[in-house]
């Protein structure tokens, strides 16, 4: 019998979110003039050092809500708030990784590490000691004067988790950063991404097609129901302890009774959003 989904968590009592989303709605317009609703009466939190997983099917509006916050995009009706603040322009102290590489290709690993610190106002050899520091910790000392075409797709993502921690950010967005890489190389990343995380704690929305990575990564999962006009189903607090190594957890017989527990709620809209993709397909 299949568990029912648990009821959202909240941020502990008296803990100010570092994150809101409240009765949140997105639309676009189309060339055509149409209105798509992307996101209806979204709510979710993310608390200070909380490490938020948001998973749901293909079109469910997760990377919309990943703009949000970061302030690109604003919201057709409701709030978002950053420490208790309204989001009225490009959100400060925020880091986001993309799925696509935003390093610069004509900078060596050192100039694209330190470009945050240097954008910053901190001086050249004060930048680049910090940048050396940093390449350090995500394991590419001696790559410093190495060019992105000739690093491997996980030294490419390592060099973009240094460019973002390097300004310990309060808050990390990330934006299925890690899912052009190797089953291997990806769960290999996955438990770096948690050790330089400890290091500072920021706040993390971390968005993601693998329920699997979603449940070793994060402190609670978000499931998003199938858009359009997608909105939270249910929220799963991952109680697994910490600090985790990713290629082991999953063998956890906790860890498997959480994704069983998760899938029941997930399913229903991974179908649903076939079905509708299928059937505009044949209408097409």
């Known amino acids: 019998m299949a568990t029912p989904p648990a009821a959202p968590a909240g941020t502990p009592d008296g803990v100010t979110p570092t994150v809101v989303l409240d009765d949140v709605t997105k639309q676009f317009r189309s ?64 880091g986001f990784m993309f799925q696509t590489d935003a390093i610069l290709p004509w900078k060596s690993v050192l100039d694209n590490v330190a470009a945050g610190p240097r954008f910053a106002g901190v001086g050249r050899a004060d930048a680049n000691a910090l940048a050396r520091d940093w390449i350090r910790r995500v394991g590419l000392a001696g790559f410093e004067g190495r060019y992105p075409h000739q690093l491997s797709g996980g030294m490419r993502k ?76 249910a929220t799963f607090p991952v109680d697994l302890p ?10 956890d017989p906790r860890f498997v009774a959480i994704y069983q527990e998760i899938w029941e709620a997930l399913r229903s809209e991974v179908d649903t959003a076939y079905a509708r993709t299928t059937m505009a397909g044949a209408h097409a």
Not at 45 to 71: N, Y
Not at 197 to 221: C, N, Q, S, Y
Not at 242 to 251: A, G, L
């Open 31 to 94: 060339p055509d003039g149409s209105v798509y609703t992307a996101l209806q009466h979204l709510s979710l939190d993310v608390a200070p050092g909380e490490f938020c997983a948001v998973v749901g099917p293909t079109g469910c509006g997760k990377s919309t809500t990943l703009t949000l916050v970061a302030g690109l995009e604003r919201p057709s009706a409701g709030a978002v708030r950053v420490d208790g603040r309204p989001v009225a322009g490009i959100t400060d102290g925020v």
């Open 158 to 233: 390592r060099v973009a988790l240094a460019q973002n921690l390097i300004r310990q950010p309060r808050i990390l967005l990330m934006d299925e950063p890690f899912s052009a890489l190797d089953v291997q190389t990806r769960s290999l990343m996955s438990t770096e991404l948690l050790t330089l995380w400890e290091m500072t704690r920021p706040a993390v929305i971390f968005v993601t097609h693998d329920l699997e990575e979603a449940i070793a990564l994060g402190d609670k999962v978000v499931v998003l129901t199938a858009g359009p006009a997608a909105t939270v189903k």
């Open 242 to 251: 910490r600090p985790r190594v990713v290629q082991e957890i999953r063998f």
